[in-house]
């Protein structure tokens, strides 16, 4: 596992924007990637960056909801990742959580493949 620790969220009007940023204590982490939690619902996959395994490229997934919207970013060392959020709507408004795996994962967007988590920071959107 590594520790990581992700940047402080905010609150920001609908059509707003934020960016959030999450540094990992160690790099090369093959699999990283941004889930969100809203009050009385589950986690969920927003987007994550996952090393190919067979090749020097890597591949970016996206929650449908977000497509478009959010973009994810990767410093070369691969210990830190950003997350661009733009037209943010209230329906994104949740607790952020920054993951990694040190492999690459099969299902990017699926919680349960990851085994290091950030302490997670609150994004609200008001509208």
């Known amino acids: 596992q590594v520790q990581l620790v992700e940047s402080a969220g905010g609150s920001v009007q609908a059509g707003g924007w934020l960016r959030l940023s999450c540094v990992a204590a160690?790099?090369?982490?093959?699999?990283m990637g941004w889930f969100r939690q809203a009050p009385g619902k589950v986690r969920e996959g927003v987007v994550a960056?996952?090393?190919?395994?067979?090749?020097?490229?890597?591949?970016?997934w996206y929650a449908v909801s977000v497509k478009g919207r959010f973009t994810l970013s990767q410093d070369n060392a691969k210990t830190t990742v950003y997350l661009q959020m733009n037209s943010l709507t209230p329906e994104d408004t949740a607790m952020y959580y920054c993951?990694?795996?040190?492999?690459?994962?099969?299902?990017?967007?699926?919680?349960?493949?990851?085994?290091?988590w950030g302490q997670g920071t609150q994004v609200t959107v008001s509208s």
């Open positions: 993951a990694a795996n040190a492999q690459s994962v099969g299902q990017p967007l699926q919680s349960s493949n990851y085994g290091s």
């Open positions: 960056i996952v090393d190919d395994r067979y090749s020097d490229s890597s591949s970016t």
């Open positions: 160690r790099g090369s982490n093959k699999s």
